[in-house]
């Protein structure tokens, strides 16, 4: 993925409580098929982009995944379709009541009252210590992921990249 550039969402991590990073060393993903369908709303293709991405980044990290593993990771998020109503004319515009114009359009023949509508995408990647269950980090990504259905594969793999730029823990090392 060389050359990619940092995607236009909105990275947030945090670190929850004190835990010791330098004793995971093993990781595996909680099933997002036990989980309601308002916490992962990502269609198969884009799961398997997201399941893919986080896996590469723990691997980067020196961790290995496996069956009862140190650490649990838990993935949320989807996307959402924003609407924004632009706001009405001013009702003492002259042009509301020129003949063959009126007050839900502009004299050039477009709607003034057109929606606007966005594509939210927020990606969670939460950490859990698998003993205890407890969530001891998590990572966020919000924004407008992408216009271009070609391109949701790369900006899946680098809001993950940017989310995980914010964990700076490698496998069994202290910090």
């Not at 594509?119 to 698998?130: F, G, N, S």
């Amino acid at each position: 993925m060389a050359g990619a550039c940092k995607t236009s969402m909105k990275i947030q991590a945090d670190q929850i409580g004190s835990p010791k990073f330098q004793l995971y060393k093993t990781y595996m993903f909680a099933n997002p098929k036990n989980m309601p369908a308002s916490n992962f709303s990502f269609s198969e293709e884009n799961q398997k982009f997201l399941f893919e991405a986080v896996a590469f980044e723990m691997n980067t990290r020196g961790y290995e995944s496996t069956k009862g593993a140190d650490l649990i990771i838990r993935l949320q998020g989807g996307t959402s379709i924003e609407t924004e109503r632009g706001a009405p004319p001013p009702m003492h515009d002259p042009m509301m009541f020129r003949p063959g114009f009126g007050p839900y359009y502009h004299p050039y023949g477009y709607r003034m009252y057109d929606d606007i509508s966005k594509k939210q995408t927020t990606i969670i990647v939460d950490i859990l210590e698998a003993q205890t269950e407890k969530l001891i980090w998590q990572g966020v990504a919000s924004g407008v992921l992408t216009k271009k259905k070609d391109d949701v594969e790369l900006k899946i793999r680098e809001a993950v990249k940017d989310i995980f730029e914010k964990y700076p823990f490698k496998a069994g090392v202290s910090q």
